[in-house]
């Protein structure tokens, strides 16, 4: 008993099962420091105040009386929830120390300053709301923290003022809607050593990604100066993304994401101490806030605490501009992907999207169409009108109850880990943060079509589009021989499939990465002097800035956006294939019209195999292959499996394999596998002869029918007549499969054929083929049909 009438506690004797005592944010502060520690999570030392500790300064000011007396004024209706606010806290703020609580938190005070010899010294003031049975009884943000204190009358009034915060506005009416009774609800103040992070850097991070819920992947975000700036969204701070798995082996840096935020101003200590907010320098700006060693040590410490709690944990972080030591300043468990139903899996698509009018980042992957509601401050959320898309610079609590009741919500400022983003995740709506100037190019009453389906980018186009929303129960689905496999082009919305049963990825074109992330034509990068169009050139130093060089942006860019297919299904392999753009489409990526012949049959032309030896090229499908190595070497994805497009002789596959093997991807060298494409039918005629080069085929049914059939692909005229089961062309599959396997070759499919009909997949499986690789959308029904032509 004498343990809970303490009235101060170190963190150093808290655990995590002190909730009722210290609050849920102070119980796991103490619980990191009195027990990881060891294990290398650094958290500032400090100390709490008891919730005995507020209930005995509330006995000894007598305030019991007089509060009940007032918030029972304000549930009756007598008096508005302004003014019994206000009173509250009066009541709370205008009350004495008791002495013994006073010397205890002076004390405490005193000695964290003795650790280091300082006198006053700075610390943070945070408040912590304890209610008996819950974790934690405040929604995000709800009391106040006050940052630099520094002095000991300082702390005591700090410490007073956290107290009158369990009255504001917000969380009185939070309590009321929640049911919780006010009087059983106390406040902890937790005090910790302050993290010089005005002259460093800090942020948030998710021990999982908070948009897919996908569980190994480690999401942060950072921004200069304190942290205030990154959780409310004033800020569009740095995003990086770490995989999990991967942080055990010191050799890896598994990075699968590095985007620059805008960080347009920092938070710094002011003359007085109080914190205020600063533009940013240019160099700030265009500065990543961690290094890749600082990134692989959060994702680190957030595995850790992870694995501690046992359960997905949202995290606060700062690093100290002095020392440079990162710090770990809160932790609590992740609320939203952890409460969803693990059951379906839930997709939209937008149909005939009008104009884009504006793009930021997603939060979530729904989409929804309605009518722009624009709210400039807090003081005008009366305007809002029900059911409409939120427009706004950021939020915080008190916008709660117009984002509960908006369809979705628009942005200017914030990343996905601000409030706004926060809040919209766990009200289940799609919003898009960090636009920018949405509040300008939007206007009250337009109609907009709010869409997070597309990946990381959220888009808002003109008009109400119709949404097209689709279900897959993920129970029971079947288990069948035929491995059933995914083609995916969008690394950005990739790791949202991870719940999908797949035994990999049969088919990551290349060029769509390209095309997507990178979007400089790789010879430009090669060779930038031979670029001749200046606007082309200018674009390109402003992409590449920052970059050690004009092929490194190349590298990092397309293995990055390569890693994020390669993660979502480790350890299943991922086989991506080498560039297959045709020469008019080489010739539109950014400097690309150098380095490309104009030609009649581009769909016949240089593409594939035959340009990666040739001079035209090579240098830069040397670009693709260091983005190769890098992804499995470096970036530790052994799953990645190479395929080469297009190779019209096997005496072609020899010199690209050769040309491989100069950049360090030699087959069958530390694991690695390469396949070919079968789509051109002297693949089929000569299946021999490229079963021996190579460990695999994956049938191309688009270019393969085309050039059966003599049929361009993409003409209207002859579509009727471009049929993946016409019998010469079901001929060429039953023949590629047989003799592959004749010669010990596996063999895929991984054209569109079964994506559009899925009933396709029974002449496959009847033909004994290895895998069927299609698009996302008919997984569950292709999945379905194996198992049925299995079962005949
Ligand atoms: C194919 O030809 O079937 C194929 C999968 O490749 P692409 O569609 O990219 O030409
Ligand atoms: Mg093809």
């Known amino acids: 008993m004498a343990e809970t009438r303490k009235l101060v506690i170190n963190f150093a004797e808290v655990k995590r099962g002190d909730v009722g005592t210290v609050g849920g944010k102070n119980a796991s502060l103490g619980e990191m420091i009195s027990t990881l520690a060891p294990k290398g999570i650094l958290v500032p030392a400090g100390f709490a105040t008891t919730a005995d500790a507020f209930r005995a300064y509330l006995t000894h000011n007598n305030l019991n009386a007089e509060m009940a007396k007032h918030l029972d004024a304000l549930a009756t209706g007598k008096i508005t929830l302004n003014s019994a606010g206000e009173r509250v806290r009066d009541l709370i703020l205008g009350g004495d120390w008791p002495k013994d609580t006073a010397d205890a938190i002076l004390s405490e005070y005193r000695a964290l300053g003795d650790t280091t010899g300082e006198k ?4 943070a003031v945070r408040s912590s709301a304890t209610a008996e049975d819950l974790p934690d009884a405040s929604f995000a943000g709800q009391q106040e923290t006050f940052l630099n204190v520094i002095g000991e009358a300082a702390l005591l009034d700090a410490c007073k ?19 919780f009774a006010h009087d059983q609800v106390a406040l902890s103040v937790g005090v910790q050593r302050m993290v010089r992070a005005d002259t460093g850097g800090s942020g948030v991070m998710f021990s999982i990604d908070t948009e897919s819920g996908f569980p190994d992947a480690v999401l942060i975000n950072a921004a200069w100066g304190l942290g205030e700036n990154v959780v409310q969204g004033a800020v569009d701070p740095d995003e990086y993304q770490v995989f999990k798995p991967f942080l055990k082996n010191p050799k890896l840096t598994p990075i699968l994401e590095k ?10 200590h002011g003359r007085d101490g109080t914190p205020r907010n600063v533009p940013t320098s240019k160099a700030e700006r265009k500065q990543f806030v961690l290094n890749d060693g600082e990134i692989l040590s959060l994702a680190r410490q957030a595995a850790i605490i992870e694995d501690h709690y046992g359960q997905p944990m949202d995290m606060e972080w700062a690093r100290d501009g002095v020392t440079g030591t990162l710090y770990i300043v809160q932790a609590r468990p992740e609320t939203v992907q952890s409460r969803l139903d693990m059951g379906t899996l839930k997709s939209y698509a937008v149909e005939n999207p009008g104009r884009e009018l504006l793009t930021g980042l997603s939060v979530g992957s729904a989409a929804v169409a309605g009518r722009v509601s624009i ?14 898309v939120l427009v706004t610079g950021t939020t915080d609590p008190d916008w709660v109850p117009i984002m509960k009741r908006a369809a979705a919500i628009v942005t200017d400022h914030g990343g996905r880990t601000s409030h706004a983003a926060i809040v919209s995740r766990e009200l289940g709506l799609p919003a898009i943060v960090g636009c920018g100037n949405a509040t300008h190019i939007l206007h009250d009453e337009q109609d907009v079509t709010v869409s997070c389906a597309g990946g990381e980018e959220g888009v808002v186009t003109e008009g109400l589009s119709e949404i097209k929303v689709t279900e897959e129960a993920l129970e029971k689905l079947p288990d069948t021989r035929t491995k059933v496999m995914l083609n995916l082009a969008n690394p950005s919305a990739a790791l949202r499939w991870w719940r999908l049963p797949v035994e990999g990825v049969g088919l990551a074109r290349m060029e769509f990465v390209v095309n997507g992330a990178v979007r400089v034509h790789p010879m430009a990068l090669a060779h930038l002097d031979r670029v001749t169009d200046p606007a082309a050139r200018e674009e390109i130093e402003k992409l590449t800035a920052g970059y050690d060089s004009k092929p490194e942006y190349f590298v990092d860019k397309l293995s990055r956006g390569l890693s994020r297919i390669a993660a979502f299904c480790y350890p299943k392999p991922v086989i991506v294939r080498m560039s297959d753009f045709k020469t008019n489409e080489y010739a539109d990526l950014l400097g690309g019209r150098d380095f490309e012949p ?3 049959n581009p769909m016949l032309g240089f593409r594939g195999a035959s340009r990666y030896y040739s001079d035209n090229y090579r240098d830069g499908f040397a670009l693709e292959c260091q983005a190769i190595a890098r992804l499995r070497n470096q970036m530790g994805f052994d799953n990645v499996v190479m395929m080469i497009p297009f190779c019209r002789t096997p005496e072609e596959a020899d010199k690209v394999l050769a040309v491989m093997a100069e950049h360090g991807l030699k087959r069958g060298q530390d694991g690695l596998e390469v396949y070919v494409m079968c789509e051109i039918p002297a693949n089929v005629i000569r299946a021999a002869e490229f079963a021996e080069r190579f460990d695999g085929f994956s049938i191309g049914s688009n270019d393969l029918t085309q050039l059966t059939l003599g049929i361009d692909r993409d003409s209207d005229e002859l579509a009727p007549l471009f049929r993946e089961d016409d019998p010469a062309v079901l001929w060429m599959i039953e023949t590629v499969i047989r003799e592959a396997h004749k010669a010990g070759s ?7 054929a079964p994506s559009n009909d899925p009933a396709y997949a029974k002449y496959l499986v009847e033909y004994g083929i290895d895998s069927i690789s299609v698009t996302p959308d008919s997984f569950v029904q292709v999945l379905r049909n194996v198992e049925t032509a299995e079962s005949d």
């Open 120 to 123: 006053n010294v700075p610390v």
């Open 161 to 179: 003022r956290c107290y009158a915060s369990l009255y504001t506005d917000r969380a009185i009416s939070y309590r009321t809607i929640q049911g």
């Open 259 to 268: 985007r620059l935020g805008a960080k347009e101003i920092k938070m710094i």
């Open 375 to 388: 709210i400039e401050s807090a003081g005008d959320i009366d305007r809002f009108v029900d059911g409409s």
């Open 598 to 600: 104009k030609e009649e």
């Open 746 to 752: 596996k063999v895929g499919f991984c054209g569109q």
